[in-house]
Nanobody
Framework: VQLVESGGGLVQAGGSLRLSCVSS????????MGWFRQAPGKEREFVAA????????YYADSVKGRFIIARDDAKNTVYLHMDSLKPEDTAVYYC???????????????????WGQGTQVTVSS
């Protein structure tokens, strides 16, 4: 499975971005997908996840109400819609895929088998 993120960039606080992650080489419709982020000097942290069917989504408390994760199986793509961005959202954002985790276990980075290369999001104040 190969994952390629795009959509990052520089945005002012309060602005919006949409990240995309295209999957290839696997059966996307069977994969649970997650977004994680890592800021300089910090550990990688969970942002959002969506199960294989799209029926369940999970969010970190820090982004709940501002970010939305969605998937389009016809395009083998998972999205992260980010609104009301804050400077503390600045990080490299990674998408990841797994079939080994379900429900709240989707919050754990070590449950994911495949990772993208990341896309930089910078929010200026």
């Amino acid at each position: 499975v190969q994952l390629v993120e795009s959509g990052g960039g520089l945005v002012q606080a309060g602005g919006s971005l949409r990240l995309s992650c295209v999957s290839s080489g696997g059966v996307f419709s069977s994969d649970n997908m997650g977004w994680f982020r890592q800021a300089p000097g910090k550990e990688r942290e969970f942002v959002a996840a969506i199960n294989w069917s799209g029926s369940s989504t999970y969010y970190a408390d820090s982004v709940k109400g501002r970010f939305i994760i969605a998937r389009d199986d016809a395009k083998n793509t998972v999205y992260l819609h980010m609104d009301s961005l804050k400077p503390e959202d600045t990080a490299v954002y990674y998408c990841a895929a797994t079939r080994r985790a379900y429900m709240d276990l989707l919050r754990a980075a070590n449950r994911y088998d495949y990772w993208g290369q990341g896309t930089q999001v910078t929010v200026s104040s």
